[in-house]
């Protein structure tokens, strides 16, 4: 009888063990998140449309997460400029380092920061994608800059090498920008 205690007890620790690392690893895979509430998010806007010299302004939008390598669920707020680089250049942004640096910094002048969290977010292609995130009160701002050849564009000989265009040779009414800033609380 002793010996039968001894293996359901240790069958049930392998159990309980398997049952408690599933949960733990449910946890970080289908971590739920909650869009900014609306007022939040206005503020988080009204920053950016104060601090980055674009025009057109950010539009405000609330979406279900796409799928994603972070197994992050829920809903977003988003902030969403998208126009031709003859609507979104001007003498201070030429470059997609000068859009990160004006998102960057309007976020941080009303108290967002980097953090250790959102360093899992840092992705920079030579393609024209730069994405960060910043934090505050418990919640994230997610940028995705895109900046490519505007639809319809055919690239000239001199704008290319190896099948890649050069964005900075393009004039900006052939280059087209995507700006989102996706916040949620954790």
């Given at each position: 009888m002793n010996i039968r205690l001894t293996y359901f007890a240790l069958w049930a620790g392998v159990f309980v063990t398997f049952a408690i690392s599933s949960i733990a690893?449910?946890?970080v895979v289908d971590q739920s998140v909650s869009a900014l509430p609306q007022?939040?998010?206005s503020e988080v806007r009204k920053g950016l449309e104060d601090g980055v010299p674009i025009l057109p302004g950010f539009r405000q939008f609330e979406y279900e997460f796409a799928p994603n390598v972070h197994g992050?669920?829920?809903r977003l707020c988003r902030l969403h400029a998208v126009g031709s680089g003859a609507?979104?250049?001007?003498t201070r942004i030429r470059s997609l380092a000068d859009m990160h640096a004006f998102i960057e910094a309007s976020l941080e002048h009303i108290g967002w920061i980097e953090t250790i969290e959102t360093e899992r977010f840092k992705d920079r292609s030579q393609s024209g994608k730069d994405v960060f995130a910043l934090f505050k009160n418990n919640a994230i701002?997610?940028?995705t800059i895109l900046i490519s050849p505007a639809p319809g564009y055919i690239p000239t000989p001199d704008t290319k090498s190896n099948k890649?265009?050069?964005l900075g040779a393009l004039y900006p009414y052939e280059?087209?920008?995507w700006v989102a800033v996706d916040c949620f609380h954790l």
């Open positions: 690893h449910a946890g007022a939040e998010c992050i669920k829920g609507h979104m250049e001007n701002c997610v940028t890649q265009v050069h280059r087209e920008w």
